[in-house]
């Protein structure tokens, strides 16, 4: 049996080579929004008895960041909605003290950052990343169908004020918000805001044809390019956008282009939810269950192999194809697995 300082000393190399160093927690499926092309409207969700405890979660993310883990993004589901979230984030940031982990962040919908912005700064977290599609009221109310913009529009406020650094994260969809992008890039750059598009994925039926709200961002960029100048720049996040700098704004922006070109070579990631199954890959089926070793033991050397085999078995990448009458490439939604 391996020693725990032997435990800890493993690093998480996949068979093609890649290191494992982010993971990303998905604390609950559920939402406050039902966003038109992540959630049908009327969604079952786990029964919570599924789910792991938050103190069973925070004894998972501590196994990860003890073979590896530098960086810990929680998102769901909106994670500020799970009861108790704060405690989980507060005992996580202590990682963070002695440098074991390098980054505690969140992917949030902003709804709840009014109340929390303050407590996350206090926990450690530095940076959020907050999904805004549109800044059109009536439209936002439409793209989330539950949602309220002025509600986020005061969380975002509420997070720069505590200092938090804001990157906004706007999913393109054709016809919807696709005129809109460069008044949100103007507006996000104004107030020292990230700027990142994404392409839409297909995961998961909802209830619209995905073709009709797929727009590539290779046309975005050619479209941003006539009127302003975008320069390459390396900067990294650990994610899998791509930075350009904006001459004219002086903001960075970045693009998520897992359809037109997807990065899986330099994939560092893996996803937890929180029925503690681990997903290797966002866009394949295989996944390795680590609730029925954490629960077996308690000592983690159970856990521990099984993320090992885990990490054996992770794919090369997704191919992900959006087409009339296709299937969704996996069945599970993005809150399912964790955006
Ligand atoms: N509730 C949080 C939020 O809104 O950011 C975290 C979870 S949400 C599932 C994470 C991200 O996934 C959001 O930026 C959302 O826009 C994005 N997303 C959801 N479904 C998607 C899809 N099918 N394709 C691309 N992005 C998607």
Redesign the pocket.
């Known amino acids: 049996m391996k020693s725990e300082l032997e435990l800890n000393n493993t690093s998480m190399i996949d068979p093609f080579g890649r290191m494992v160093e982010y993971l990303r927690v ?1 604390v609950t499926d559920r ?3 039902r ?1 038109v ?3 049908a409207e009327d969604m079952t969700f786990l029964p919570k008895k599924e789910l792991l405890t938050l103190e069973e979660l925070e004894r998972l993310c501590t196994v990860f960041v003890g073979k590896g883990v530098r960086k810990l993004r929680l ?7 799970r009861r108790g979230v704060m405690t989980l984030i507060r005992n996580l940031g202590k990682l963070l003290d002695d440098g074991s982990l390098q980054e505690l962040t ?6 709840q950052l009014a109340r929390f912005s303050d407590d996350l700064f206090a926990a450690g977290v530095r940076r959020i ?5 549109t800044l059109d009221e009536e439209k936002f109310a439409e793209i989330t169908r539950w949602g309220r913009l002025p509600q986020v529009m005061a969380g975002l406020e509420a997070a720069k004020k505590a200092g938090l650094s804001i990157k906004i ?3 393109a969809l054709k016809d919807v918000n696709e005129h809109e992008i460069e008044s949100m890039l103007n507006w996000a750059h104004g107030e020292g805001y990230d700027f990142t598009l ?7 039926e ?1 209830d619209e044809d ?1 073709t009709d709200q797929y727009l590539p961002l290779s046309t975005v960029r050619e479209r941003l390019e006539e009127k302003y100048s975008l320069a390459d720049i390396p900067y990294k996040t650990g994610g899998p956008a791509r930075y350009v700098k904006v001459k004219e704004t002086g903001g960075r922006l970045g693009f ?1 282009t ?1 359809m037109t070109h997807n990065f899986c070579e330099s994939c560092n990631r893996v996803r937890l939810t929180c029925t503690g199954t681990l997903y290797m890959c966002l866009g394949q089926e295989d996944s390795a269950d680590l609730r029925a070793p954490l629960r077996a033991s308690e000592a983690n050397d159970l856990v521990s192999q099984a993320i090992d085999e885990a990490i054996g078995r992770k794919p090369k990448g997704h191919d992900f194809v959006i087409g009339r009458n296709q299937a969704p490439a996996v069945g599970r ?3 399912t ?3």
């Not at 998102?75 to 909605?81: A, H, K, M």
């Not at 994404?198 to 998961?204: A, F, S, V």
């Open positions: 998905s939402c406050d929004f966003c092309y992540c959630m998102t769901g589901g909106e994670p500020l909605v969140l992917t949030t919908n902003g709804s990343n907050v999904s805004l599609d994260n706007a999913v994404i392409e839409t994925m297909p995961l998961g909802i995905r998520i897992p939604h993005m809150s697995t964790g955006g």
